[in-house]
């Protein structure tokens, strides 16, 4: 069965742009998760999709928001970018969401 | 509100040696409790998991119980190997209240900060 699956694997974009990395998740799990990692904050959580709805959301502002599709694959879009937004994003997908199963990531490198 | 503390790194072994990477969390209820490891350049590996008190989670050698009245989760191995050199994570997962749309169930994973293990042969 294939993993989860994220792209870009790396982007590269400046201040102020807006950007959209996308996440497909295992053949038949219904739940995706993202999570920003930095060095500094280390793993946070910024939201959950099950079923193209959001069922859970953590402490990001607005501009970052997200979506799923019909599909389960998932969206997530960060507008007016900042140096701060530079990291990992992380998408974890899983059937109802107890076990959760990492993708490799989006590097984000905001210059 | 939900928390997790683990052992801060780096830690560095000798191949062959016995690992113990301790992590204490605070979470409402009893969730369930993850470990996972990050590789260089990846993403997150789940390694074992346990879903109630009492319960041992194992996979690759490595184990940790789920300790109820201490609300630890302390990951161990036998004899570490160099390619278990990595980052590793714990991860309890936080209560999830219900809503009209949803019964409870248990959200988001909550990290700790990471353990880096190097493993020297």
């Known amino acids: 069965k294939a993993g989860v699956t994220q792209t870009p694997r790396y982007l590269i974009k400046t201040r102020g742009q807006q950007v959209t990395l996308s996440c497909s998740p295992i053949s038949g799990h219904r739940s995706v998760s993202w999570y920003q990692q930095t060095p500094g904050q280390g793993l946070q959580f910024l939201f959950e999709?099950?079923?193209?709805?959001?069922?859970n959301k953590g402490n990001f502002p607005g501009r970052f928001s997200g979506r799923q599709f019909s599909n389960s694959r998932s969206e997530m879009n960060v507008s007016t970018l900042e140096l701060g937004d530079s990291a990992l994003y992380l998408c974890a997908s899983s059937w109802t969401g107890d076990e959760q199963y990492f993708g490799p990531g989006t590097r984000l490198t905001v210059t | 509100g939900d928390s997790v503390t683990q052992m801060e790194g780096p830690v560095t072994l000798s191949e062959e040696a016995f690992l113990t990477i301790n992590c204490t969390y605070t979470?409402?209820?009893?969730?369930?409790l993850f470990w996972y490891v990050q590789y260089p350049g990846e993403g997150l590996q789940l390694l074992l998991k346990a879903t109630k008190a009492d319960d041992k989670g194992s996979n690759k050698g490595f184990e940790a119980t789920y300790r109820k009245e201490t609300t630890s989760f302390h990951l161990e191995k036998g004899s570490v190997q160099v390619s278990d050199s990595a980052v590793y994570f714990c991860?309890?997962?936080?209560?999830?209240?219900?809503?009209?749309?949803?019964?409870?169930?248990?959200?988001?994973?909550?990290f700790g900060k990471g353990t880096k293990l190097s493993v020297k042969p």
């Open positions: 979470a409402t209820g009893y969730p369930s």
């Open positions: 991860a309890p997962r936080a209560y999830l209240p219900p809503t009209l749309n949803y019964g409870g169930s248990q959200g988001n994973l909550i």
């Open positions: 999709y099950f079923s193209e709805t959001q069922r």
